[in-house]
């Protein structure tokens, strides 16, 4: 008993920072009008440059994702789990302070060269590379922390601790704009606060988690790590997340007229990525160590649950995508709704992803005690329910009680598959291989959800060009219609997701039922 009760007094230590991390991906929303403030930023041109501290740590993160779980296969998690916190808080403290002593010596660096920069926009860069440096070291915490786990729990009682570790990542970046907002409520509090106390937390959450792992022993496997897998991988991940949109907010200050606007290098990042990641399995189909080996997919639960998980990754954005547009439609009135409209849009969001992270719980308790599939069909049964409720129910007039309900049995239903899907995967995978397929584990649901965000917004352009055209002509401005004539429009097409999500969720049943059971051990 008290060997249970040590490990999951690890798994939540391990939670801590994996929170933190996660928390900084969305927690711009809270300082990035200070900062434009405090860099005399110009709104119209400058807005693009400033995008890059969100964009820039997304895509470290889910970089680091793919090759830090190998790593801690080779080298042995706890050192790995380590080193990632030293780096997210080498990057806290440079964003803190990148005003100060880092902004002069790039300044100096970049005179040498011949540059005339100015300090402003040297701030700002300092700012971006402390983010990208916090994302290298946030993004490995969480499939190093879903290996540790697996590590620790023997095969048939991992669930419950992996679907943990993985709906509190999800928490922490849906919630950070929200405790952003809050934290700088905090009379005299700089925005640097909010990195500045990364630090002691993170420290903390390192020094109890070290002496937690002190008698565990180490796995390694022998091997080397594939640099060449790890460059391709990197680029075909970059080109679609940024050809895809992968500056999107969920703070509340999105219409669908910001996110139509893919810049114009979309198309050939999106060409190039593809072509990237069909040259990455290439080459890992013949590498005698590869990062990620394509053969994994020949078992069916790493096949069947990546695709559920990537069904899971694209209904969970539905609703992240939707309450923030949701709120700008119905806001009352301009000037004084904006300023509410972030907390609004995170007591609302909430309303889905602590259901959502709660759900784990008994989802892994049904995968411990039965078997994968019941929680996960389950689960999705529960999710296409309630995105059927948003179908049938969103309106101009939709009551703020009933969004939360709706959001709630959504985010119950996809709570649920958290710990099965997670599970599913890490059990059927060797020794060797934990690392990797605990990263797997959050890569499909990522590529899922940077989809969605694509192809929902062309469906949504699509279905509000048509609806307009039908009540005013063809010639009516579709953008500003939805926004400034028609917002019945854009919230009917918003009631449409829920059919999709609906949909997907019932899809996605088919390859959760082919997941079958892996054998316990002690």
């Known amino acids: 008993m008290s060997s249970t009760r040590n490990r999951w007094l690890i798994v939540a230590v ?21 900062l434009i403030v405090d860099l005399n930023i110009n709104p119209l041109t400058g807005l693009d440059d400033t995008a890059w501290i969100l964009t820039g740590y997304l895509l470290a993160y889910t970089i680091s994702l793919t090759f830090m779980g190998r790593l801690s296969d080779l080298i042995g998690r706890r050192w790995v789990y380590a080193i990632s916190l030293l780096i997210f808080i080498g990057g806290s403290v440079l964003v803190a302070t990148a005003h100060q002593y880092p902004t002069d010596l790039m300044e100096n660096l970049q005179r ?25 070291g946030a993004g490995a915490l969480v499939p190093v922390s ?33 405790y952003g907002g809050l934290f700088l409520q905090i009379p005299n509090m700089p925005w640097q606060g909010l990195f500045w106390v990364n630090v002691p937390l993170t420290l903390f959450a390192l020094t109890v988690t070290l002496w937690a792992l002190r008698n565990i022993p180490m796995q390694r496997v022998t091997g080397r790590f594939d640099i060449l897998g790890a460059v391709l991988i990197a680029g075909a991940l970059s080109c679609l997340n940024i050809g895809l949109g992968a500056n999107i907010d969920v703070s509340g200050a999105q219409s669908f ?22 040259l990455f399995v290439l080459v890992e189909s013949y590498i005698r160590d590869p990062l990620i080996n394509p053969r994994l997919f020949r078992r069916r639960n790493i096949a069947f649950g990546s695709l559920t998980n990537f069904f899971v990754g694209y209904c969970l954005f539905i609703g992240l995508v939707s309450v923030p547009i949701l709120v700008n439609v119905t806001l009352d009135d301009l000037d004084t709704g904006l300023r ?26 049904l995968a411990s005690r039965y078997s994968y599939r019941p929680p996960m069909v389950g689960g999705l049964l529960i999710a ?55 990263a797997l584990v959050l890569i499909l649901r990522l590529i899922g959800m940077t989809i969605s965000v694509s192809s929902l917004t062309t ?19 579709i953008l500003n219609a939805a926004f400034d004539t028609f917002p019945t429009i854009t919230v009917d097409v918003l009631a449409e997701f829920g059919f999709i999500g609906m949909i997907l969720c019932l899809l996605a049943i088919l390859p959760a039922w082919f997941v079958r059971e892996v054998p316990s051990s002690a």
């Not at 040498?112 to 290298?136: C, D, K, N, S, Y």
């Open 112 to 136: 040498r060269m011949g540059e005339r920069p100015l300090t402003t926009h040297v701030t700002l860069q300092v700012i971006i590379i402390g983010r990208v440096i916090q994302a290298f």
């Open 384 to 438: 296409a329910f309630g995105f059927m409720l948003i179908w049938q129910t969103w309106t101009i007039d939709v009551e703020t009680s009933v969004i939360v309900i709706e959001m709630a049995i959504v985010g119950i239903g996809i709570g649920l598959t958290f710990s099965p899907v997670s599970a599913a995967l890490i059990d059927s995978s060797k020794d060797s291989e934990r690392g990797v397929v605990s």
């Open 340 to 365: 509410d409209a972030a907390l609004r849009v995170g007591l609302l969001l909430s309303a889905l992803t602590v259901p959502m992270a709660i759900a784990t719980i008994p989802g892994g308790w």
């Open 459 to 477: 469906f949504a352009l699509n279905r509000v060009s048509y609806l307009a055209s039908q009540q005013e002509g063809s010639n009516v401005d």
């Open 14 to 34: 391990i939670c801590i920072p994996v929170f933190v991390g996660s928390l900084d991906l969305t927690v711009v929303s809270a300082f990035l009008p200070e």
């Open 257 to 278: 007229d910001q996110l139509s606007q893919l810049p114009p290098y979309a198309l050939p990042l999106l060409l190039g990525g593809v072509f990237l990641l069909l």
């Open 146 to 178: 879903m290996a540790l786990v697996a590590d620790l729990f023997p095969v048939g009682k991992r669930a419950q601790a992996l679907g943990l570790v993985a709906a509190i990542d999800t928490l922490g970046w849906v919630l950070g704009h929200l």
